[in-house]
Nanobody, 119 residues
């Protein structure tokens, strides 16, 4: 069982920046694809960015050029640097760890951290 703990959310003005962090409990963290998802009120959860164990990265079109995902396997950490934030980025942001094992999929979520972009 992987435990994920996010931090770094908060209230920021439009155009501002925040960095989200997620620490994983699992010692084999490096084998997981790590992702950031978000869910705004009344909307489904959506992928924001993810980084594979090999370092391949995908971003949602809405955040390309503004957000950067990175990972530090030595610290079991994944980060989301968010810049030029917009009110539409307001949501609860969740850290996700995913990998396919021999017999099953492993899919874990953090508890979420609130990001509010407002003047």
């Amino acid at each position: 069982q992987v435990q994920l703990v996010e931090s770094g959310g908060g209230l920021v003005q439009p155009g501002g920046s925040l960095r989200l962090s997620c620490v994983a409990s699992e010692s084999i963290f490096s084998t997981y694809t790590m992702g950031w998802y978000r869910q705004a009120p009344g909307k489904p959860r959506e992928l924001v960015a993810r980084i594979t164990s090999g370092g391949n990265i995908n971003y949602a079109d809405s955040v390309k050029g503004r957000f950067t995902i990175s990972r530090d396997n030595g610290k079991n950490m994944v980060y989301l640097q968010m810049s030029n934030l917009e009110p539409e980025d307001t949501a609860v942001y969740y850290c996700n760890a995913y990998r396919i094992g021999i017999w099953k999929e492993y899919n874990y979520w953090g508890q979420g951290t609130q990001v509010t972009v407002s003047s």
